[in-house]
Antibody, heavy 115, light 112 residues
Framework: QIQLVQSGPELKKPGESVKISCKASGYTFTDYAMHWVKQAPGKGLKWMGWINTYTGKPTYADDFKGRFVFSLEASASTANLQISNLKNEDTATYFC????????WGQGASVTVSS | DVVMTQTPVSLPVSLGGQASISCRSSQSLVHSNGNTYLHWYLQKPGQSPQLLIYRVSNRFSGVPDRFSGSGSGTDFTLKISRVEPEDLGDYYCLQSTHFPWTFGGGTKLELK
């Protein structure tokens, strides 16, 4: 069955970096784009952007340009999200989700930024 | 950005009853190709969101027919009939017609 398995929770200090992974299985990885969605504690969902898993080209929503990088390890059917120069407001759960209608989601990766 | 306004924010329901959630967009969600990219998700407590309805009215695989979506242009509705305990949680609409994609603020379906 289709599965997206994300990496575990992270506790970081402001200014540090974090890399979250999303490993796909049960389908052909390059057939579907991968999207990233942020959910701050107790808040709603915010779309961050997506990566074309065939070409590797990322597209970022304006609020996520600069410190955020989407990348792939296509041979491992894995999409990654890296956030640099972490700020307190990056504290959130980050979800990966598959395809044009986001029909499969990872379990979420919690990132806590605290000094 | 397209603003998606969901109402109500909180919706108390009785089990077996009916629920209706509205999602209005600040501009038409009809794409130049004629399709309307408005989708609905349910996020149960402590879980990831799950797709319920895609492109306004298409139920995703495995979604009970108690869930139905309708609407056009800027005005969309999700209806849940015969509410069951597993239907409780936060509902979100999402538009993917315009960049950037934007979610509604969410509607919490809870027991009356």
């Amino acid at each position: 069955q289709i599965q997206l398995v994300q990496s575990g929770p992270e506790l970081k200090k402001p200014g540090e970096s974090v890399k979250i992974s999303c490993k796909a299985s049960g389908y052909t990885f390059t057939d579907y784009a991968m999207h990233w969605v942020k959910q701050a504690p107790g808040k709603g969902l915010k779309w961050m952007g997506w990566i074309n898993t065939y070409t590797g080209k990322p597209t970022y929503a304006d609020d996520f340009k600069g410190r955020f990088v989407f990348s792939l390890e296509a041979s491992a059917s894995t999409a990654n999200l890296q956030i640099s120069n972490l700020k307190n407001e990056d504290t959130a759960t980050y979800f990966c989700a598959r395809g044009k209608v986001m029909d499969a989601w990872g379990q979420g990766a919690s990132v806590t930024v605290s000094s | 950005d397209v603003v998606m306004t969901q109402t109500p924010v909180s919706l108390p329901v009785s089990l077996g009853g009916q629920a209706s959630i509205s999602c209005r967009s600040s501009q038409s969600l009809v794409h130049s190709n004629g399709n309307t990219y408005l989708h609905w998700y349910l996020q149960k407590p402590g879980q990831s969101p799950q797709l319920l309805i895609y492109r306004v009215s298409n139920r995703f695989s495995g979604v009970p027919d108690r869930f139905s979506g309708s609407g056009s242009g800027t005005d969309f509705t999700l209806k849940i009939s015969r509410v069951e305990p597993e239907d409780l949680g936060d509902y979100y609409c999402l538009q993917s017609t315009h960049f950037p994609w934007t979610f509604g603020g969410g509607t919490k379906l809870e027991l009356k």
